[in-house]
């Protein structure tokens, strides 16, 4: 069972570079999120998607965009990498509950990422 | 909107001593509480939940008990082990029509069990 599967799990870039996070999800959840988590800060929020088609800003979206055309797969992609983008970056999943936004997230292992 | 408040870290303790880590949320009407627990180098994981008020969540020794009264959803184990090194985030879940779609964490507490 593989559920939140992220890549790459490390990665350097230089100053100005773009790449893109991949994260895929096996469960059918109609809900996706980008957290990045910087120590003393906990886990902030970048992105979500409440479903295909679908995306809407968390607390730190600048610098960053995301889409959504499958339920499976919620890239985040990186536009000009920029030194204070070094961070964990984590993806979760989960799905609604009744009148509940959301039950519990299921989170992938996280991409280290490093700007020089 | 939504807000956790946990208590500030990091926390230390002795092998088989009493943990307790508070958390206290601000939410519109009756959200779903949790908590997560990341080990060194991993994703987070949910420990616990509860749905309802007086709801006790419990899994491997924790528990934590959903209070209205005091809009609280402490963490507590009797006696932790060195396995239990890691942090732990409260988090709530509020209803859709209040609270959007999004999942609201607290800071996380950093807890290390010396043997």
Redesign the interface.
């Known amino acids: 069972n593989a559920g939140v599967t992220q890549t790459p799990k490390f990665q350097v870039l230089k100053t100005g570079q773009s790449m893109t996070l991949q994260c895929a999800q096996d469960m059918n959840h109609e809900y996706m999120s980008w957290y990045r988590q910087d120590p003393g800060m906990g886990l902030r929020l970048i992105h979500y998607s409440v479903g295909a088609g679908i995306t809407d800003q968390g607390e730190v979206p600048n610098g960053y965009n995301v889409s959504r055309s499958t339920t499976e797969d919620f890239p985040l992609r990186l536009l000009s990498a920029a030194p204070s983008q070094t961070s964990v970056y984590f993806c979760a999943s989960s799905y609604s509950s009744g009148s509940f936004a959301q039950t519990e997230a299921f989170f992938g292992q996280g991409t280290r990422l490093t700007v020089v | 909107g939504d807000s956790v408040t946990q208590m500030e870290g990091p926390v230390t303790l002795s092998e088989e001593a009493f943990l307790t880590i508070n958390c206290t949320y601000t939410a519109t009407g009756y959200?779903?509480l949790?908590w997560y627990v990341q080990y060194p180098g991993?994703?987070?994981?949910?420990l616990l939940?509860a749905?309802k008020a007086d709801d006790k969540g419990s899994n491997k020794g924790f528990e934590a008990t959903y209070r209205k009264e005091t809009t609280s959803f402490h963490l507590e184990k009797g006696s932790v082990q060195v396995s239990d090194s890691a942090v732990y985030?409260c988090a709530l879940?509020?209803?859709?029509?209040t609270?959007?779609?999004?999942?609201t964490?607290?800071?996380?507490t950093q807890l290390t069990v010396n043997p």
């Open positions: 959200p779903s949790f991993e994703g987070l994981q949910l939940k749905t985030f879940s509020g209803k859709k029509e609270s959007g779609s999004r999942l964490f607290g800071e996380g």
